[in-house]
């Protein structure tokens, strides 16, 4: 089964053993939680399908929180010419590792 869940104003296509970085959420790490956002869900070959209008409601997709963390460093530098201007910053994005445990129907 495949489904397109919707998180932190993204959407993602996910699979039963799919691991996925998703914006954070304030969960502890090895929590067991549900999704409950589902806009889409189809079998592999794409023969039976169900579109929510918008959310589909008897479907949750089950998942398993592996990590909390920050991905890489952007910088972010401005630059004014002849003015002597210059701002170097960093920034860290944080994100939350799942891992989909299984898709409930």
Do not use: C, S, W
């Amino acid at each position: 089964m495949l489904a397109v869940i919707k998180t932190g104003g993204k959407q993602y296509l996910v699979k039963e053993g799919d691991i996925i970085k998703i914006e954070k959420i304030k969960k502890e790490k090895g929590e067991v939680f549900n999704f409950d956002e589902i806009l889409l869900l189809t079998d592999e070959k794409g023969e039976k399908l169900e579109i929510g209008q918008p959310i589909l409601k008897k479907v949750k997709v089950k998942a398993e929180i592996l990590e909390q963390g920050k991905d890489k460093k952007i910088l972010v530098v401005k630059y004014k010419p002849k003015t002597r201007y210059r701002r170097k910053r960093g920034y860290r994005h944080p994100y939350t590792k799942v891992k989909i445990l299984e898709i409930l129907h």
